[in-house]
C-alpha cells in the first residue's frame, strides 16, 4: 500500500471511471486488490524505525478502512485480494466480509531476505483471497498458496502476484492505494494516475496513534 506524504487521495461524493472527455460513467470491476494504510502495530514506538508504516506513508483507522465504498465498486461476481500485515490478520478477515465479500485463502509472499522483529524475524507477507456471490469460472487450475519473491521498496508489492492474479482472476481490474499505474487495470493512490474516484461521506481520513 501507499499513500505517500501527509495528504490522502481525494475523497468524492460518489465513485466513478473518469472517462477521456471529462465525463463520468460507474464502473464496476471483477477484481479488487486493495493494500490499505494499516494502523500501525508499532503505536508510537519505533515511528522513524523503517519496519514502520508511519515512517513511510499516513495510517488510518479501521472504521475508515471498513467504509471504503468496496462491495459498491464491484460487480456482483467478483475477487477480492486484500494484503493484510502478520499481527491483524483477523482485522482483514473482519473488513473483506464489511465490504461484502467472504474469505476463503490465504495466499502468503515468501520474501527472499529476513525482515526485522524482536522475536522472529518476519520475512512473510499475506493476502487474503476472498469472493462474492456465485463462483466464477477458474482461469486457470488450482495453483499453491506460497510464492518466492523478492522484496522491493517497503510495502511495494512484486510484479509477480499482479501476474498471479491476472492467472486466477477476470478483469475488469482495480487497484486501490497503487503505488504505479499498470497497464491493464484501474488504480486509485497517491503514487499512480487515478482513473477513480472514491465517494465516501467521511471527514479528513483520520491517522491511526
Request: hydrophobic share 40%.
Amino acid at each position: 500500500m501507499t499513500l505517500s506524504g501527509a495528504v490522502m487521495p481525494c475523497l468524492n461524493s460518489s465513485f466513478c471511471f473518469e472517462m477521456c472527455d471529462g465525463g463520468c460513467m460507474p464502473k464496476r470491476y471483477r477484481t479488487i486488490c486493495v493494500d490499505p494504510p494499516w494502523p500501525s502495530p508499532f503505536g508510537k514506538l519505533g515511528v522513524t524505525h523503517r519496519a514502520n508504516p508511519c515512517a513511510h506513508y499516513p495510517t488510518v483507522n479501521l472504521d475508515w478502512i471498513r467504509a471504503l465504498p468496496v462491495e459498491a465498486m464491484s460487480e456482483a461476481r467478483a475477487h477480492l485480494y486484500l494484503w493484510v500485515l502478520n499481527s491483524n490478520v483477523p482485522d482483514g478477515w473482519a473488513v473483506a466480509r464489511a465490504w461484502g465479500f467472504r474469505p476463503l485463502t490465504m495466499v502468503t509472499w515468501c520474501k527472499t531476505q529476513p525482515g526485522v522483529g524482536k522475536w522472529f524475524r518476519t520475512n512473510t507477507e499475506h493476502v487474503l483471497f476472498c469472493t462474492k456471490g456465485k463462483p466464477l469460472p477458474r482461469a486457470e487450475v488450482p495453483i499453491a498458496t506460497w510464492f518466492r519473491w523478492p522484496r522491493g521498496r517497503h510495502s511495494e508489492k512484486p510484479g509477480a502476484f499482479y501476474d498471479l492474479v491476472g492467472r486466477v482472476s477476470p478483469g475488469p481490474y482495480l487497484e486501490l492505494f497503487a503505488r504505479t499505474q499498470r497497464l491493464g487495470w484501474d488504480s486509485w493512490g497517491n503514487e499512480a494516475l487515478n482513473h477513480v474516484s472514491l465517494s465516501l461521506a467521511l471527514p479528513d481520513a483520520p491517522r491511526s496513534p
